[in-house]
């Protein structure tokens, strides 16, 4: 399949280490697999750079260390919880990624993959978590943490890409569309994008309250609400709810 790939910053097409901001143990906090204990691995690098992004040691400061698949591959493997959560920053970008994946399958174990779905790249994983990233994730022009001003534009450039967001629903039957809710305004952006895509059911769709603690009833009765109509999910943050926002949760 030929398909766009928005890769350019700071793709790493080494397909034996990658620099990862962390890996831990702890339970899946958001989606359909809530609460299933599981080993992360945090690719480090993004090609988008969400204003409220929750992990900006893997995009707005980059951190981490270069570490090769064959030492990832050996420490999920001997975490003994069945499950894998390749996520980021955007993993997409990285070809380790598709090779780390490649090594888990074959020990076993169940993949997750977390993207914003903005990249196709094959790769195999049993679910695959698309957030696609709505206006509401666009950083100002003045963020005074891209002292360049270049991210509004390009973040508004990359975000969305109908074509790659197609490809992965279709090469993906297990798969989730979880959307990063700020307010009711983003529904009428969420309708929109749904009605150019085709495959997805109604049990894919996931509402996520936009925030790093935990949202007051005030302010999800709406969300909860809408789901409830839509026949759509509403997605908690059980790991905030659990340990807060921390590394390593
Ligand atoms: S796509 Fe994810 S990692 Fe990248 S900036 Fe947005 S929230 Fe952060």
Request: net charge neutral.
């Given at each position: ?7 350019s910053d ?17 339970i ?5 697999l809530t ?15 969400c204003t ?5 040691y893997a995009?707005?400061?980059p951190?981490?260390?270069a570490?090769?698949?064959d030492?990832?591959?050996a420490e999920?493997?001997g ?6 959560v ?6 997409m ?21 977390e ?13 695959l978590?698309i957030?696609?990233k ?5 950083p ?12 509004h ?11 790659v967001l197609?490809g ?7 798969r989730q569309?979880?959307f990063?809710?700020a307010?009711?305004a ?6 929109g994008l ?40 509403y997605?908690?943050r ?7 926002n921390?590394?390593?949760?």
């Amino acid at each position: 399949m030929s398909l766009p790939l928005h890769i350019s910053d700071p793709a790493d097409a080494a397909s034996d280490r990658a620099r990862i901001s962390e890996t831990f143990v702890s339970i899946q906090g958001e989606g359909k697999l809530t609460g299933v204990p599981s080993w992360f691995v945090r690719f480090s690098g993004c090609n988008l750079r969400c204003t409220w992004c929750d992990t900006p040691y893997a995009s707005w400061k980059p951190d981490g260390v270069a570490r090769t698949i064959d030492e990832l591959a050996a420490e999920a493997h001997g975490a003994g919880v069945g499950h894998a959560v390749v996520t980021g920053g955007e993993p997409m970008l990285f070809s380790a990624a598709a090779t780390l994946c490649e090594r888990l399958r074959a020990a076993g174990l169940h993949i997750t993959i977390e993207t914003a779905g903005t990249i196709f790249r094959p790769i195999a994983c049993d679910l695959l978590s698309i957030s696609p990233k709505l206006s509401n994730s666009t950083p100002s022009a003045s963020d005074p943490r891209d002292p360049s001003g270049q991210w509004h534009a390009r973040h508004e450039e990359r975000r969305m890409n109908i074509e790659v967001l197609q490809g992965l629903l279709n090469a993906h039957p297990q798969r989730q569309l979880k959307f990063v809710v700020a307010g009711e305004a983003d529904l009428a952006e969420i309708d929109g994008l749904l009605a150019r895509l085709s495959g997805w059911t109604s049990t894919d769709v996931l509402l996520m309250p936009e925030g790093v603690t935990t949202p007051s009833r005030e302010r999800t009765d709406w969300l909860v609400a809408t789901c409830i109509a839509r026949k759509w999910r509403y997605c908690p943050r059980l790991h905030i709810e659990l340990f807060g926002n921390k590394r390593g949760t």
